[in-house]
């Protein structure tokens, strides 16, 4: 079946440590998000990629890092520097840019991992 | 800025009551699209509905339905006859063109109770 996968589904972290979150997906879309949602809010933006070998900071970016050297795969670390990483992360896919020449293709989102500090 | 207000933090009704969830957006962009996603109790977002700045012509899909209205920059969404299974957060975005970032409302909580 075709989907995005993320894992784990929960995830403690004790605090000082860096946490690694993986995002796969077998849709052969080219662009992949990852998104921090806390609780009551709607969705951040942490970082995204239109294409292998490349990605940019989303509005939350401080104290996250990613990389994306396969189309499938885009991994969110989750680094000490993050002061408050307790949130449900979500990892999005899309294709490539739309009938109205930007990116403006549905997302689909995995199921997301819920992050603990303790 | 880019802007999404859904002004309804929670709403609960009685199954198979009709219920309207607010959506509101702000953007300079003349070109844009916008989406409403479900999040069940399990987590996961489910896409319901893309729709473009051209296409103002309302949209149904079985109990769903949504209004678009540019002269009110609303895009307001409807659940017919609501059942139990209708209860989740349910989030209207606006799409950013040259990233595919999606700018997300704060989400409303629909309660449907038997």
């Known amino acids: 079946d075709g989907g995005i996968t993320q894992s784990p589904k929960y995830l403690f972290r004790k605090e000082g440590q860096n946490v690694t979150l993986s995002c796969e997906q077998n849709?052969?879309?080219?662009?992949m998000y990852w998104y921090r949602q806390d609780p009551g809010q709607g969705l951040r933006l942490i970082y995204y990629?239109?294409?292998?070998?490349?990605?940019q900071k989303g509005d939350i970016a401080e104290g996250y890092s990613v990389s994306r050297e396969k189309k499938e795969s885009f991994p969110l670390t989750v680094t000490s520097a993050q002061k408050n990483p307790t949130a449900f992360y979500l990892c999005?896919?899309?294709?490539?840019?739309?009938?109205?020449?930007?990116?403006?293709?549905?997302?689909?989102f995995g199921p997301g991992t819920r992050l603990t500090v303790l | 800025a880019q802007k999404v207000t859904q002004a309804q933090t929670e709403i609960s009704v009685v199954e198979k009551e009709d219920v309207t969830l607010d959506c509101v957006y702000e953007?300079?962009?003349?070109?844009?699209?916008l989406f409403w996603y479900k999040q069940p109790p399990s987590g996961e977002l489910v896409f319901l509905i893309r729709?473009?700045?051209?296409?103002?012509q309302n949209e149904i899909s079985g109990r769903y339905s949504w209004n678009f209205q540019k002269s009110t920059s609303s895009f307001n969404f409807t659940i017919t006859a609501s059942q139990v299974v209708d209860s989740a957060v349910y989030f209207c975005?606006?799409?950013?063109?040259?990233?595919?970032?999606?700018?997300f409302g704060q989400g409303t909580t629909l309660q449907v109770k038997p």
């Open positions: 999005a896919s899309s294709l490539d840019k739309g009938t109205s020449g930007g990116f403006d293709n549905e997302q689909f």
């Open positions: 975005a606006l799409s950013e063109l040259s990233t595919g970032k999606l700018i």
């Open positions: 953007t300079r962009d003349t070109t844009y699209y």
């Open positions: 729709r473009n700045s051209f296409d103002e």
């Open positions: 990629s239109q294409i292998v070998n490349d990605f």
């Open positions: 849709l052969n879309h080219d662009a």
